[in-house]
């Protein structure tokens, strides 16, 4: 794998929520060996969380492999 690029283990996908009045996007992510959620009323911040989340993962994807950037 190119550095840099993320493996499917850690991949972060936005998805429209139908059928919930409060709730209208949810961030899908893997994370511990499991699948978590976190759901959102708007776009902008789910976008916003799943930038962040999907830095978090590349960088402990990094530090596991034991490759540093220093």
Known sequence: MQPGAISLKMKVTIKPVKGHPNYKFRVTFSQGGSYQQKY?????????????????????????RGVYSR
Not at 46 to 52: I, L
Not at 53 to 61: A, D, S
């Open 40 to 64: 959102f009323k708007t776009k902008v911040n789910a976008k916003s969380f799943a930038d962040a989340k999907t830095v978090e993962l590349e960088n402990v994807g990094i530090a596991e």
